[in-house]
C-alpha cells in the first residue's frame, strides 16, 4: 500500500491549534513546557492581524497537520534582509520521514521567494539530531555568538525606557 502524499502548504488561522500544540511538544522535547506563554489568540493576531510577524508552513498528511515551520525576517546591519527560522517541530511519531526537510525546504524557498539574503536559526547544543540533520545542509554553526534576552516580565520592570519614541 503507497503511504499517502505529505503536503507542505502555507498556514492558516485554522492551522494555529495544530500550530500551538506542536509547539508545546517542541518545549517539553527541550525539557521546557513551563515556559510556553503563547496562546491561540496571540499567534492569530501576531500571525494574521493587520501587522503580521510571522509566517509559517504546514506539513500536512490527510488533513492532519504533522509538522511546522515558523518563520519571521530580520534584518542584518551587515548583510540585509534574512529570514529567521524560529523552529521546526515534527511531531515525534512522523520523524524520521523526510518531513522535517520538506519543511527546510519551503522555508529556503520563503527566503528565495521574499529576496532575502540568507537565513539564520538556532540550534540546542545538546539536540544531536537537529545538528546532524543541519550539517545534511552544509550549514555553519558560529560558536561566537552568544544569545542575550530579556523576558517580558524584565522589559514590563525596565523603567528607564521612553514608553514612546521621542
Same mark, same amino acid.
Not at 27 to 36: D, G, I, L, M, W
Not at 47 to 55: A, E, R, T
Not at 78 to 85: D, I
Not at 90 to 119: D, H, P, W, Y
Given at each position: 500500500?503507497? /503511504?499517502?502524499? #505529505?503536503?507542505?502548504? +502555507? &498556514? ?5 491549534? !495544530? %500550530? $500551538? ?5 517542541? !518545549? !517539553? ?6 515556559? #510556553?506563554?503563547? %496562546?491561540?489568540? +496571540? ?19 490527510? &488533513? ?9 525576517? +530580520?534584518?542584518?546591519?551587515?548583510? &540585509?534582509?534574512?529570514?529567521? @527560522? ?15 526537510? $520538506? @519543511?527546510?525546504? =519551503?522555508?529556503?524557498?520563503? =527566503? ?5 539574503? &540568507? ?8 539536540? %544531536? ?20 534576552? $530579556?523576558?517580558? !516580565? /524584565? ?7 521612553? /514608553?514612546?519614541? =521621542?
Amino acid at each position: 500500500m503507497t /503511504q499517502p502524499t #505529505v503536503v507542505i502548504r +502555507r &498556514g492558516t488561522p485554522e492551522d494555529i491549534p !495544530a %500550530t $500551538l500544540s506542536l509547539i508545546k511538544e517542541l !518545549a !517539553a522535547f527541550e525539557r521546557a513546557p513551563h515556559e #510556553v506563554e503563547n %496562546t491561540e489568540q +496571540r499567534m492569530l493576531e501576531d500571525g494574521f492581524g493587520p501587522n503580521p510577524v510571522f509566517g509559517f508552513h504546514v506539513a500536512e498528511q490527510n &488533513g492532519t497537520i504533522l509538522g511546522i515551520a515558523v518563520y519571521y525576517f +530580520r534584518y542584518s546591519t551587515w548583510k &540585509g534582509k534574512r529570514l529567521y @527560522l524560529e523552529d521546526i517541530v515534527v511531531t515525534e511519531s512522523q520523524r524520521g520521514k523526510g518531513i522535517g526537510k $520538506l @519543511l527546510f525546504n =519551503a522555508a529556503i524557498a520563503e =527566503a528565495k521567494r521574499t529576496g532575502c539574503n &540568507g537565513m539564520s536559526w538556532q540550534v540546542l547544543d545538546w539536540n %544531536t539530531p537537529a545538528i546532524e540533520f543541519y550539517k545534511k545542509f552544509n550549514a555553519t554553526f558560529d560558536a561566537e555568538w552568544v544569545n542575550c534576552s $530579556l523576558t517580558g !516580565a /524584565q522589559v514590563a520592570a525596565y523603567e528607564d525606557a521612553p /514608553q514612546r519614541p =521621542a
